[in-house]
């Protein structure tokens, strides 16, 4: 997990250690049996999840305003859609019961959302972010 880290610092502390935090939730949601007597932990651990993303989605469009980062609504429409797939499969998840293969989806979009979108489009913000300040 540390290696993963390091290799999607944005250079912008305070998004690296949200960034951070939510690997560690996202690992322990990972290293959780899909059986019943996990929902609870799941459930808890999905709440945490949700919750923490909100806020640091906030925090980074937060920053992006301040910079008058260009790309801002580009990216604000990327975590409404990673907010959209998420509602999707928790309503299956609730709907349709904590079923190993949607909790395996889940995870699997979790990991690949996160890592594809601090790679993709958090690390071209933290060059731009650099970049202002420096100025």
């Not at 998840?93 to 395996?104: A, E, F, M, R, T």
């Amino acid at each position: 997990m540390q290696e993963i880290l390091n290799n999607l610092i944005t250079g912008i502390d305070i998004v690296d250690e949200q960034h951070k935090m939510l690997f560690v939730r996202l690992d322990e949601l990972i290293n959780l049996g899909c059986g019943n007597e996990n929902i609870a932990a799941l459930k808890s651990a999905l709440e945490f999840l949700e919750k923490y993303a909100m806020m640091h989605f906030e925090t980074e469009e937060c920053l992006m305003r301040q910079a008058c980062y260009p790309k801002f609504e580009a990216h604000k429409e990327l975590h409404r859609t990673f907010i959209d797939k998420k509602n999707e499969l928790k309503k299956l998840l609730v709907d349709d019961g904590y079923k190993n293969k949607l909790l395996i989806e889940l995870r699997s979009f979790l990991v690949s959302w996160l890592i594809n979108h601090i790679k993709n489009e958090d690390m071209v913000f933290g060059e731009f972010w650099k970049e202002q300040n420096e100025k």
